[in-house]
């Protein structure tokens, strides 16, 4: 079964088994959590999107965070001697779908 979850803003397509890395979520290592905005499921030829879809993605938290690479931002105008340089990077949690329900 496949099932295209809203987590935090993002869409990610998923499968029973799949491993993934997500927007930060709240939780330590080895929590459950449940994904409720599922905005299409497909078994086979069957596809259901939109109100008609009534399933909950369940997963299990990898880990609890993780650093993605680093994004420098930089901003420059010539002649004027103006540079600023700032960088970040994003945060993630590694999660295991266990089931669609």
Known sequence: ???????AGQQFTVKAGD???VPH???KTGD???FSEVLLTGDGG???AGSAVKAVVKAEILSELVKGDKVIAFKMKRRK????????RTQYTQIKVTEIA
């Open 81 to 88: 001697g103006f540079r600023k340089k700032h960088g970040h």
């Open 46 to 48: 069957n596809v259901a």
């Open 25 to 27: 979520i709240a939780g």
């Open 32 to 34: 459950k959590v449940e």
């Open 1 to 7: 079964m496949l099932a295209v979850v809203k987590i």
């Open 19 to 21: 491993s993934l890395y």
